[in-house]
């Protein structure tokens, strides 16, 4: 689901990219992903995620993709040539990758899933172009952070079929996705870096 105009003051401006650098640190304390590898950033939004995601971990490839055409169109006016030439930006949807099944080192949300109508299935999608051993990091929200009386009037979410840690959890293991390391608040909301299990090729 695309953002609506009060989320989308809300995630494009610095102090959204001054969070964003502190949640890239975090991650970069659990995943190393090799030069030679080939990451993903779903719902880049306006690209700030996969600028730091390039300077932190420097992947040979780097695509992000976000379904909101203007989102991409913002993206182009806000990396510089250099990052341009790096980041391999474009319009997609989670739900059809257009990649081959295990194909991918690491993939990175910032915000994502919970926007999904059918979380579940986007998930399984992010697994299936995961390679065994690649990575998935999560930065997600709960309904308690984005349901309230006031996010409700601001903000355009789906509403049914929502995650709490219990749901997110049960799902990432049935797509054979293993946690690594998170740091959560129970009510709010999850930073979370999982696994591809190893015995795991196509669809989760
Ligand atoms: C809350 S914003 C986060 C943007 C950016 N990642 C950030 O953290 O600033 C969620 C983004 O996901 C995108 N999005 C929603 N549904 C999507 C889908 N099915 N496929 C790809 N992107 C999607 C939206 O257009 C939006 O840019």
């Given at each position: 689901m695309k953002l609506n105009w009060a989320e989308r003051l809300i995630v494009n401006n610095p102090v959204r990219v001054m969070i964003q650098r502190r949640i890239v640190k975090w991650v970069g304390r659990t995943v190393a992903p090799d030069p030679a590898a080939r990451v993903l950033e779903v719902?880049?939004?306006?690209g700030a995620g996969a600028c730091l995601l390039l300077e932190k971990f420097q992947p040979a490839i780097l695509h992000a993709l976000d379904l909101d055409h203007r989102m991409i169109r913002q993206a182009m006016t806000y990396l510089n040539p250099e990052q341009k030439r790096r980041i391999s930006l474009y319009v997609g949807d989670v739900f059809r990758l257009p990649y081959r099944d295990a194909v991918l080192d690491g993939v990175f949300g910032f915000?994502?899933?919970?926007?999904?109508?059918d979380w579940r299935e986007g998930l399984r999608e992010i697994a299936r172009v995961l390679k065994p051993g690649g990575f998935y990091f999560l930065e997600e929200f709960y309904p308690q952070f984005y349901q309230n009386f006031l996010a409700k009037r601001l903000f355009l979410h789906p509403e049914h079929d929502r995650f709490y840690s219990h749901e997110l959890r049960q799902a990432l293991k049935d797509c054979g996705l293993s946690l690594q390391q998170r740091l959560e608040q129970k009510q709010l909301g999850i930073l979370a870096v999982v696994v591809k299990d190893r015995g795991k090729g196509g669809k989760g």
């Open positions: 719902g880049c939004g306006r915000g994502v899933l919970h926007h999904l109508p």
